[in-house]
């Protein structure tokens, strides 16, 4: 080996270990591909069961019943699409990422994987006690905005820890959901655009950019 | 002209002296099993080049203890970032000038 491709190999691998040493680069495009796939199965459960609409406000007025009472049956029926929803996607991209981490022969347990994710789910967990605050008042319409809004946050926020290009899916999602919450109709369609598409759309992205 | 080589410090001559250096270019503080795990080395090998950074005040060393382990972290000091700054900008000169 000459003395320049020396230097060049060093230069490669400084780049690598602080890139390797403050982002956690494993994360899987894969794993977005299947968050997306699950929101729009759980929106498809969502018209299958109550019929389809694009006006939101028709599954919002399901939430009461004709006595004025709310109606429990609703409430439990999004709880559990809800929960499913986050367990898949959870449970799917743990997966793909390690998956990924082990071919390249990281960790997928490290210092940047765990500020990822401190980073991450201090805006997510805020958005979602925010969302049980907005169903406790019965707001429902800002409910869907909001864990919008909320998600971009925690994106952007992320992005610092991970690879950069999230920052932009977390920009898509915060201008959705601001929008979502002007046009409160449509709310459950911009939701499903938000995490169902943009999340697919990223997903193979970015498997195409760092994966293939 | 001038010899670009001067300006690549010896200090940064070995691979894990490097990677020290770099990591905690781009991090508050490392601690030393963060350390191991990425440069793939031994506990000696570590603490011996580390010490080797502390010694010319470029990295300064935490020891702490956790409960019962002890826990040493490490970061980087001003004139260390200056100088590995200085190695960096060394190496890519030579690089250009070769091209």
């Known amino acids: ?212 | 002209m001038k010899n670009y080589i001067d300006d690549l410090n010896k200090a940064f001559e070995s691979r894990i002296r490097l990677g020290i250096m770099s990591i905690l270019m781009v991090n508050d503080s490392v601690d030393f099993n963060t350390f191991k795990e990425l440069l793939n080395i031994t506990d000696g090998n570590l603490a011996s080049h580390a010490a080797a950074l502390e010694k010319l005040e470029f990295i300064l060393i935490r020891k702490q203890f956790v409960g019962k382990k002890p826990n040493t972290t490490y970061a980087i000091t001003k004139k260390g970032r200056k100088a590995f700054g200085e190695h960096l900008d060394g190496l890519e000169k030579l690089l250009k000038k070769r091209e």
């Open chain 1, 1 to 212: 080996m000459n003395q320049q491709e020396k230097q060049l190999e060093t230069l490669t691998e400084i780049r690598s270990l602080m890139e390797r040493s403050s982002r956690f680069i494993s994360l899987s495009g894969l794993s977005g591909i299947f968050a997306g796939i699950f929101a729009l199965l759980g929106a498809t459960a969502v018209a299958v069961n109550y019929g389809f609409t694009f006006d939101s406000m028709f599954y919002y007025g399901k939430a009461e019943l004709e006595t004025g009472e709310a109606n429990l049956s609703f409430y439990i029926f999004f709880g559990i699409i809800a929960l499913s929803m986050v367990v898949a996607s959870l449970t799917f991209g743990y997966y793909f990422t390690s998956k990924k981490a082990k071919k390249n022969d990281l960790a997928v347990w490290d210092s940047s994987a765990k500020r990822l994710l401190i980073n991450l789910f201090i805006p997510l967990v805020t958005g979602g006690l925010f969302c049980a605050i907005l169903i406790y008042h019965e707001l429902l319409p800002l409910v869907v905005p909001s864990t919008l809004i909320f998600y971009g946050l925690a994106l952007l926020n992320a992005s610092k820890y991970t690879l950069n290009d999230i920052r932009f899916l977390g920009i898509c999602e915060i201008i959705l959901g601001l929008a979502s919450a002007i046009f409160v109709k449509y709310g459950l369609l911009c939701w499903t655009i938000g995490f169902g598409l943009l999340h697919i759309i990223y997903g193979t992205a970015m498997y195409y950019k760092y994966e293939r």
